[in-house]
């Protein structure tokens, strides 16, 4: 059995996690720069330090491997840092701004603040298009689909350069044909482009979650799409016999085209195997109320176990995004080690979401990174710690020297002043955030 092994990968904004298990059970761990324009170099840069460390080919362990399990946060940190694709969205007539009018009010804890600023749109008013058809409560047809009015905003669309189309009309739900028809003449006018249809997705009561659910997903779709085709490929090339499972937020597993077409389902991809995790280490103490906390190169995210089970909920605000789906609960703060410090027009320090990634990195890594990071308060701050070199730019491991490009490491208070400015983001979880970012509200 010494032949057989299971492999698991975390691919974050920053860095790729890889853990080995073999036949006999033993486990090893090893780590390599993500690469967001390919993600497959990341796991291929992995797969060669593991050779080079165990002498086992890439080809040997997916070839014989019964399991490989990835979990990824390229569909939140797109979320976080609003880097989702360019999206369209064909409405009922009239209701085209429900995901901007919303339930009528900010989410809950701010929904009396007149300062809370309002959520940024996924879809901005301009790519929001509205089409004659109305289904009433009752299922029946009030008002035939004007299907030149369909064609009409697929020609907007393809003007605008649209990514991905998401459609949801009003009672859908009951009587889909409306919705089903203009998803036709979408894909014919708009081939290759990902198409969400709203009822098909997620067919439950209530416009607005549907909609939005509908939203985030065509956002994120041709991100997720690109990513998973990559991986897929690339296993496959190695002899893979068994299809690569993604971790989904509802803590189940996936292929990847079913990942590919509910992108929705993988938001959480990568934290919602948290607790599960901390439940397998717990187990040998008898420990089933747990807390587990991942600070990666953009977010921060909490995820929280009691009595063996972890949160599951539907119809929630996830980074002030309505999502109806079911989502094991997982707290998110856009403050990673990567996050890079600003001045707010008041002269405030913030950090984040944006994030420096793996390119370039942090200005301390010394690969052309020129904006201060969390990281590189965590260098200054502490000119006295580990002196290893950061990641190289193949594969991600360290090696011994000088932290710092120049060759020293200044006690410089400016890192410490961003330290805590990180520190008590990530301790008033419930303070308030920039738009799109912070509490993530359950």
Same mark, same amino acid.
């Given at each position: 059995?010494?032949?057989?092994?299971?492999?698991?990968?975390?691919?974050?904004?920053?860095? /790729?996690?890889?853990?080995?298990?073999?036949?006999?059970?033993?486990?090893?761990?090893?780590?390599?720069?993500? /690469?967001?324009?390919?993600? /497959?170099?990341?796991?291929?840069?992995?797969?060669?330090?593991?050779?080079?460390?165990?002498?086992? =080919?890439?080809?040997?362990?997916?070839?014989?491997?019964?399991?490989?399990?990835?979990?990824?946060?390229?569909?939140?940190?797109?979320?976080?840092?609003?880097?989702?694709?360019?999206?369209?969205?064909?409405?009922?007539?009239?209701?085209?701004?429900?995901?901007?009018?919303?339930?009528?009010?900010?989410?809950?804890?701010?929904?009396?603040? %007149?300062?809370?600023?309002?959520?940024?749109?996924?879809?901005?008013?301009?790519?929001?298009?509205?089409?004659?058809?109305?289904?009433?409560?009752?299922?029946?047809?009030?008002?035939?689909?004007?299907?030149?009015?369909?064609?009409?905003?697929?020609?907007?669309?393809?003007?605008?350069?649209?990514?991905?189309?998401?459609?949801?009309?009003?009672?859908?739900?009951?009587?889909?044909?409306?919705?089903?028809?203009?998803?036709?003449?979408?894909?014919?006018?708009?081939?290759?482009?990902?198409?969400?249809?709203?009822?098909?997705?997620?067919?439950?009561?209530?416009?607005?979650?549907?909609?939005?659910?509908? !939203?985030?997903?065509?956002?994120?779709?041709?991100?997720?799409?690109?990513?998973?085709?990559?991986?897929?490929?690339?296993?496959?090339?190695?002899?893979?016999?068994?299809?690569?499972?993604?971790?989904?937020?509802?803590?189940?597993?996936? %292929?990847?085209?079913?990942?590919?077409?509910?992108?929705?389902?993988?938001?959480?991809?990568?934290?919602?195997?948290?607790?599960?995790?901390?439940?397998?280490?717990?187990?040998?103490?008898?420990?089933?109320?747990?807390?587990?906390?991942?600070?990666?190169?953009?977010?921060?995210?909490? /995820?929280?176990?009691?009595?063996?089970?972890?949160?599951?909920?539907?119809?929630?605000?996830?980074?002030?995004?309505?999502?109806? !789906?079911?989502?094991?609960?997982?707290?998110?703060?856009?403050?990673?080690?990567?996050?890079?410090?600003?001045?707010?027009?008041?002269?405030?320090?913030?950090?984040?979401?944006?994030?420096?990634?793996?390119?370039?990195?942090?200005?301390?890594?010394?690969?052309?990174?020129?904006?201060?990071?969390? =990281?590189?308060?965590?260098?200054?701050?502490?000119?006295?710690?580990?002196?290893?070199?950061?990641?190289?730019?193949?594969?991600?491991?360290?090696?011994?020297?000088?932290?710092? %490009?120049?060759?020293?490491? %200044?006690?410089?208070?400016?890192?410490?002043?961003?330290?805590?400015?990180?520190?008590?983001?990530?301790?008033?979880?419930?303070?308030?955030?920039?738009?799109?970012?912070?509490?993530?509200?359950?």
């Amino acid at each position: 059995m010494q032949d057989h092994y299971r492999l698991g990968i975390d691919a974050g904004g920053t860095f /790729t996690d890889f853990i080995l298990a073999d036949g006999r059970g033993a486990l090893r761990i090893f780590k390599a720069l993500s /690469t967001p324009d390919d993600p /497959t170099q990341a796991i291929r840069n992995g797969l060669a330090l593991i050779e080079e460390e165990t002498g086992i =080919t890439p080809q040997q362990i997916v070839s014989n491997a019964d399991l490989c399990i990835n979990g990824t946060t390229v569909g939140l940190n797109a979320l976080i840092t609003h880097t989702g694709a360019k999206t369209g969205l064909i409405a009922t007539r009239g209701h085209e701004d429900s995901i901007e009018i919303r339930l009528g009010h900010k989410e809950d804890g701010y929904r009396y603040d %007149p300062d809370y600023p309002p959520a940024t749109m996924l879809v901005p008013r301009y790519l929001r298009r509205g089409v004659t058809e109305r289904v009433i409560s009752t299922g029946a047809v009030h008002t035939p689909l004007d299907e030149d009015e369909v064609r009409e905003a697929c020609r907007h669309f393809l003007r605008e350069g649209v990514e991905s189309v998401a459609v949801s009309f009003v009672w859908s739900v009951l009587e889909p044909r409306h919705e089903l028809r203009a998803a036709e003449i979408v894909r014919e006018m708009m081939p290759g482009v990902p198409l969400t249809v709203g009822s098909r997705l997620y067919p439950q009561l209530r416009e607005y979650t549907r909609t939005s659910t509908a !939203v985030v997903n065509a956002y994120l779709a041709p991100i997720l799409k690109r990513y998973v085709g990559s991986v897929d490929a690339y296993f496959q090339s190695l002899g893979a016999r068994q299809p690569v499972r993604y971790f989904q937020s509802n803590g189940g597993l996936a %292929p990847g085209s079913v990942v590919a077409d509910r992108s929705v389902y993988a938001i959480n991809s990568g934290p919602a195997s948290a607790p599960q995790a901390a439940l397998w280490l717990g187990e040998p103490w008898g420990l089933t109320d747990i807390i587990t906390v991942d600070m990666g190169g953009t977010s921060f995210d909490i /995820t929280l176990t009691r009595n063996g089970q972890a949160n599951v909920s539907k119809n929630i605000d996830f980074l002030r995004y309505r999502i109806g !789906v079911p989502m094991i609960q997982v707290e998110t703060l856009g403050a990673g080690g990567g996050s890079i410090g600003w001045i707010d027009s008041m002269g405030l320090l913030q950090m984040g979401p944006q994030s420096a990634g793996s390119q370039p990195g942090p200005a301390c890594y010394g690969r052309g990174g020129e904006r201060p990071t969390t =990281t590189d308060g965590a260098g200054l701050s502490h000119p006295r710690g580990p002196r290893r070199r950061p990641p190289a730019a193949g594969r991600g491991e360290g090696a011994r020297g000088d932290p710092h %490009p120049s060759g020293r490491a %200044p006690g410089d208070q400016r890192g410490k002043g961003r330290l805590r400015h990180v520190h008590h983001r990530q301790q008033q979880h419930g303070e308030r955030h920039p738009p799109g970012v912070g509490r993530t509200r359950l």
